[in-house]
């Protein structure tokens, strides 16, 4: 067999160990040969690519980002660019893909196994957003990050009887701000998938802080968004692949909720901090498995799934129905959330 194999879309921890993984089945198991390309999408359609063998992959498991490099470029949005693809799996000979990726990558991945493209996904993302798989890898370690820094931010935030807004990633979910908040023991949490309303967040932060209760973390995901009519966010604008451009919210909400409470509040964006860094055990454990199945499936010729886990067992499920919608924060962890806000 031989395989090919790319990173697409934002970097995560964990991607090192599904790749290893990947190579490691396939050369040992399978005598096979898999072969990496570069930048994502973009070295595919360019034909920019590496050999990868067990001996090439020694010491990346506990690296973070992607020994292959990653982009959000997409076939489907240069000229010609599936044509590029399919030159590029012929004169590789390879019998399929491997697309690691999350929602957008993997949308393009079903896109190409519908244009005669064979295509395995693994569902990466620490957004935590992709159906179909109760968790993707790169979430745990950035739950972790978040959590331990909001563990610091309670004592300065203590100190100085402030309120501090934390504004971790999660564009149209809010699972790190849920898990992290919940974990950091947050006096609040806002989410995307339910719109806040500014005067009652400050009217529990006032309660709070005449209750004898000082200092306030509010977690907040970067795709919060207000009640209509409450509370007025910018236009961010697109950026070059049509995504929303974020990241910023805690700067806007900052100002309003010290105007309106008369509490000194302070801001930290964890930003990229949550994408960076050497993957925890379980998501070492997690991308080491979804690696391992998906060259199984690429094996099995089971072309156009996606591996995922579901109580605990990896399972394949049809890539279509992967991407079809994003996967919310079910509303019975958000509830045990709320029972400890401000
Ligand atoms: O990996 C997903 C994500 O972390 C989103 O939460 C965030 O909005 C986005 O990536 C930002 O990534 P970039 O700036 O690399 O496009």
Not at 108 to 124: F, N, S
Not at 159 to 181: F, K, N, P, Q
């Amino acid at each position: 067999m031989r395989l090919g194999v790319l990173t697409s879309g934002g970097d995560c921890p964990g991607l090192n160990a599904v790749i290893r993984a990947v190579v490691r089945k396939v050369e040992r198991d399978l005598d096979g040969t898999v072969i990496g390309f570069r930048d994502g999408y973009l070295g595919l359609m360019e034909d920019r690519y590496e050999v990868l063998t067990v001996d090439r992959c020694r010491g990346i498991l506990p690296r973070g980002g992607t020994i292959l490099g990653t982009s959000r470029h997409q076939p489907y949005g240069v000229d010609g660019g599936v044509d590029m693809v399919r030159r590029t799996v012929a004169k590789r000979g390879l019998d399929g893909l491997v697309v690691i990726g999350g929602n957008g990558s993997l949308g393009a991945g079903r896109d190409l196994q519908d244009d005669g493209v064979p295509v395995v996904g693994v569902p990466k993302t620490i957004d935590n957003d992709l159906g179909c798989t109760e968790v993707t890898f790169g979430f745990d370690t950035a739950v972790t990050t978040a959590t331990e820094a909001i563990d610091r931010l309670h004592t300065t935030a203590e100190s100085h009887d402030r309120v501090m807004l934390v504004e971790v990633m999660g564009r149209h979910v809010g699972h790190i701000a849920t898990w992290s908040g919940i974990a950091g023991g947050a006096s609040m949490i806002l989410v995307p998938e339910e719109p806040f309303d500014l005067d009652e967040v400050c009217a529990a932060l006032v309660r709070r802080h005449e209750s004898g209760r000082f200092a306030s973390i509010v977690v907040v995901a970067e795709g919060a968004v207000p009640v209509e009519g409450t509370f007025t966010l910018p236009d961010p604008g697109i950026d070059e692949f049509g995504h929303q451009r974020l990241g910023g919210i805690a700067h806007l909400l900052a100002p309003e909720i010290a105007a309106r409470t008369g509490f000194d509040t302070k801001v930290v964006v964890l930003g990229y901090l949550q994408r960076g860094g050497t993957p925890t055990p379980a998501d070492r454990v997690l991308a080491t498995r979804f690696g391992v199945a998906a060259a199984e499936a690429a094996s099995d010729g089971d072309w156009g799934t996606m591996v995922a886990i579901r109580a605990g067992r990896i399972i394949r499920v049809p890539l279509t129905e992967a991407v079809a919608e994003p996967k919310v924060v079910a509303p019975d962890i958000h509830d045990v959330g709320k029972i400890f806000f401000a």
